[in-house]
């Protein structure tokens, strides 16, 4: 992620998915699944980080954007 390494923290960074980073699906046992998709906010993900641990990370992630850019225009562009 360019643009959270840019502003030197890891607010942008995806959900840490433990030990199910960077394997498929099909090879994580179903249960485990079931049992995080049943309650994501508090279930760790592949014994990594829980929703309710990411939002918080956002948050502060975006109030330190707005602050930083207090008083600058901002473009959004959108490409589908």
């Known amino acids: 992620m360019f643009i959270a390494r840019r502003a030197g923290g ?4 995806e959900l840490d998915f433990g030990c199910w980073e960077g394997i498929p699906w ?3 046992p179903h249960d485990a699944i079931d049992r995080w998709a049943l309650d994501p906010m508090n279930e760790p993900a ?3 980080e829980r929703l ?6 956002i948050s502060s992630f975006h109030r330190e954007v707005i602050s930083a850019a207090a008083g600058t225009t901002a473009i959004r562009m959108q490409s589908s």
């Open 52 to 57: 309710c641990d990411l939002w918080p990370r």
């Open 46 to 48: 592949g014994g990594g």
């Open 10 to 13: 890891t607010g942008l960074l």
């Open 26 to 28: 099909d090879s994580i």
